[in-house]
């Protein structure tokens, strides 16, 4: 990261992944409030789960930008709605895990100005301890720092992993690189954020945006009896309780050194 002593610091707003209605409802009812409280500049959500719990459509991408959120990641449910892989081509806010094969659709990466012009790169990685086997997201990550570095030293990562020890040693990996590590995936929102030696915000998982009423965010009932029985039932999004939960991160400017983060866990 580079050093300036001249510090201009940009809010960023991270929002844990959104689970199905529910949570793009509390993003709707919730999120002009939180802009205005916490003087937001940018706003990332994790929307890999938006549609009925299980991957975005494109209405629902668009949807989600119509509510004032810049950047759209995900994680390994972004193809579980068809419709998406002709739509995320030229979609440059609506971002796949960048280390998917080469060739497949969509970009795991994007450098994106906020309304005041200062430009924030996003980058997603998937993990691969318990989840499918992608390329190396730490050697990915590397190759892709070196583009997004010429053009911001403010860079956030979303970083979707199954496990707390492959989240945190990204953040190792990365701290005084990038601006910010978000873990996601887990829909459990953890009580570990901090600023790392060298300038990383790091949180092991931001949490999720529906129902704490529920088995992450899945009606609990239907979750209990399938692991009762080991027979295969259908899923269906949890309702009450909602809440938005995430971090809002304070990040300067010029050198790309987060200065503080927040946890966010607000009911609807």
Same mark, same amino acid.
């Given at each position: 990261?580079?050093n300036?002593d001249t510090a201009?610091?940009?809010?960023?707003?991270? #929002?844990?992944d *959104?689970? +199905?209605r529910?949570?793009r409802? @509390?993003?709707?009812g919730?999120?002009?409030d939180?802009i205005?409280?916490?003087?937001?500049?940018?706003?990332?959500?994790?929307g890999?789960?938006?549609a009925? +719990?299980?991957?975005?459509t494109?209405?629902?991408?668009e949807e989600l930008i119509?509510l004032?959120i810049?950047?759209i990641?995900s994680?390994?449910?972004?193809?579980?709605?068809?419709?998406?892989?002709g739509y #995320?081509?030229?979609?440059?806010?609506?971002l796949?895990?960048a280390?998917?094969p080469?060739?497949v659709p +969509? %970009?795991g990466?994007? !450098?994106?100005?906020?309304? %005041?012009?200062i430009k924030?790169?996003?980058f997603?990685l998937?993990?691969?301890?318990f989840m499918d086997?992608?390329?190396?997201? $730490?050697?990915v990550?590397?190759?892709?720092?070196?583009?997004?570095?010429? &053009?911001?030293p *403010?860079?956030?990562?979303?970083?979707h992993?199954?496990?707390?020890?492959e989240?945190a040693a990204?953040?190792w990996?990365?701290d005084?690189?990038?601006? @910010?590590v #978000?873990?996601?995936? /887990?829909? !459990?929102q953890?009580?570990?954020e901090?600023i790392l030696?060298?300038?990383?915000?790091?949180?092991?998982d931001a949490g999720? /945006?529906?129902s704490?009423?529920s088995?992450?965010g899945?009606?609990k009932? *239907?979750?209990?009896?399938r692991f009762? /029985?080991?027979m295969?039932?259908? $899923?269906?999004v @949890?309702?009450?309780?909602?809440?938005?939960q995430g971090?809002?991160?304070?990040?300067d400017?010029?050198n790309?050194? @987060?200065t503080?983060? &927040?946890?966010i866990? *607000?009911?609807?």
């Amino acid at each position: 990261m580079q050093n300036n002593d001249t510090a201009e610091t940009v809010k960023v707003f991270f #929002i844990g992944d *959104i689970i +199905g209605r529910p949570g793009r409802d @509390a993003v709707k009812g919730l999120l002009p409030d939180i802009i205005e409280k916490y003087a937001i500049d940018f706003v990332i959500a994790n929307g890999e789960n938006a549609a009925g +719990g299980f991957g975005i459509t494109p209405a629902i991408a668009e949807e989600l930008i119509g509510l004032n959120i810049d950047v759209i990641t995900s994680g390994n449910h972004i193809w579980d709605k068809k419709e998406i892989i002709g739509y #995320i081509k030229d979609k440059k806010w609506l971002l796949r895990p960048a280390n998917y094969p080469e060739g497949v659709p +969509g %970009s795991g990466w994007a !450098v994106i100005k906020t309304r %005041s012009d200062i430009k924030i790169g996003i980058f997603n990685l998937c993990g691969r301890v318990f989840m499918d086997n992608l390329d190396c997201p $730490f050697r990915v990550g590397s190759e892709i720092l070196k583009q997004i570095a010429h &053009e911001t030293p *403010i860079i956030i990562l979303d970083m979707h992993a199954e496990t707390t020890s492959e989240k945190a040693a990204m953040a190792w990996f990365l701290d005084g690189k990038v601006s @910010a590590v #978000i873990g996601t995936h /887990t829909h !459990v929102q953890t009580a570990d954020e901090r600023i790392l030696p060298q300038g990383t915000a790091f949180i092991t998982d931001a949490g999720m /945006t529906g129902s704490l009423n529920s088995v992450i965010g899945m009606q609990k009932e *239907i979750v209990l009896e399938r692991f009762l /029985t080991q027979m295969p039932k259908k $899923f269906e999004v @949890a309702v009450k309780d909602v809440v938005v939960q995430g971090v809002v991160m304070s990040i300067d400017s010029k050198n790309g050194r @987060a200065t503080a983060i &927040e946890r966010i866990n *607000i009911p609807l």
